[in-house]
């Protein structure tokens, strides 16, 4: 709502000229001045500029809704989505599987399995219903250029044999991934919504953040996103708990000068609403 246009709120017809004439454009460029600064732009006395944060306000926040109404919304849009990972035991411990409407995360180090995870993941979501996919399309974001068609192939003959052996269902299901490769985040976020390009450079993680769990909501899909994992020292405090408690008791805190972290911070982990995290055990992931 922020970026709604003055333009386009039905304001009293003095009232948006003289906007327009002081190039505040949008909710954002009233709302975010104080009643003095707001005086002196507009050259006017206190009863306009309050005025214009009124209207402005009325225009352009959302109404407000109850906790049951949001409950009866998400109900009624099909809140308990979920994409099968046809891994029995991942999908029990997540009700189902991925949840949609939703910003899930797979952590671990390089090499264990990331990326085969989406790409199985991309497959599920574009196979048809009644094989258990989801029947979609899917734009997959290949940041660290791994994404791998002849791997994708390799995974679905052997994941999915009785798909591939249908002439041209295969290539019907490739033709519903897009591949993005952005050189930068600068690049992913102007491809995605140029208008949101100087709020970007301000805060880039947060509003990376704030549009993927915008597409997840709003489209009631699910979101997959990787992260990886670093060295951290044992001060800092934050642990995994499977890094910190194991089955003979031992406290790994204590036997290790260091243990590994998901690499992105704390403001990334708490926009996160489920974290599957990958780890390997002798050799086996």
């Known amino acids: 709502m922020a970026n709604m246009l003055v333009s386009e709120m039905r304001l009293p017809l003095y009232l948006a000229h003289l906007l327009a004439a002081r190039r505040l454009d949008t909710a954002k460029d009233v709302l975010s001045l104080p009643e003095v600064e707001l005086m002196a732009i507009l050259d006017a006395g206190l009863p306009t500029a309050r005025a214009a944060i009124a209207h402005v306000s009325e225009a352009a926040c959302p109404p407000c809704q109850t906790a049951l109404s949001l409950l009866e919304e998400r109900v009624r849009l099909g809140g308990g989505g979920r994409l099968a990972t046809m891994l029995c035991g991942l999908d029990e411990a997540l009700g189902g599987g991925i949840p949609t409407g939703k910003l899930t995360e797979v952590v671990g180090p390089s090499g264990i399995g990331k990326t085969q995870f989406c790409l199985k993941l991309a497959l599920l979501a574009a196979l048809p219903e009644y094989y258990g996919g989801l029947d979609g399309r899917v734009v997959y974001i290949d940041t660290e250029f791994k994404f791998s068609p002849r791997r994708m192939i390799?995974?679905?003959?052997?994941?999915?044999?009785?798909?591939?052996?249908?002439?041209?269902?295969?290539?019907?299901?490739?033709?519903?991934?897009?591949?993005?490769?952005?050189?930068?985040?600068?690049?992913?976020?102007?491809?995605?919504?140029?208008?949101?390009?100087?709020?970007?450079?301000?805060?880039?993680?947060?509003?990376?953040?704030?549009?993927?769990?915008?597409?997840?909501?709003?489209?009631?899909?699910?979101?997959?996103?990787?992260?990886?994992?670093?060295?951290?020292?044992?001060?800092?405090?934050?642990?995994?708990?499977?890094?910190?408690?194991?089955?003979?008791?031992?406290?790994?805190?204590?036997?290790?000068?260091?243990?590994?972290?998901?690499?992105?911070?704390?403001?990334?982990?708490?926009?996160?609403?489920?974290?599957?995290?990958?780890?390997?055990?002798?050799?086996?992931?």
Not at 167 to 181: D, F, P, S, T, W
Not at 182 to 200: I, Q, V
Not at 220 to 230: A, G, K, S, Y
């Open 154 to 285: 390799e995974i679905g003959q052997k994941s999915f044999p009785q798909i591939f052996r249908q002439e041209g269902l295969a290539q019907k299901m490739a033709g519903r991934i897009l591949v993005m490769r952005p050189t930068s985040l600068a690049d992913f976020t102007k491809r995605e919504n140029e208008k949101a390009t100087a709020g970007f450079r301000q805060h880039p993680l947060r509003w990376s953040l704030s549009f993927l769990k915008s597409i997840a909501e709003f489209s009631r899909i699910p979101v997959v996103v990787t992260n990886q994992v670093r060295s951290q020292s044992n001060d800092d405090g934050y642990h995994f708990s499977f890094e910190v408690d194991r089955k003979d008791g031992s406290n790994c805190a204590e036997r290790f000068d260091s243990h590994l972290v998901a690499a992105l911070g704390i403001q990334w982990a708490h926009a996160v609403t489920v974290r599957l995290v990958f780890e390997s055990h002798s050799g086996l992931s």
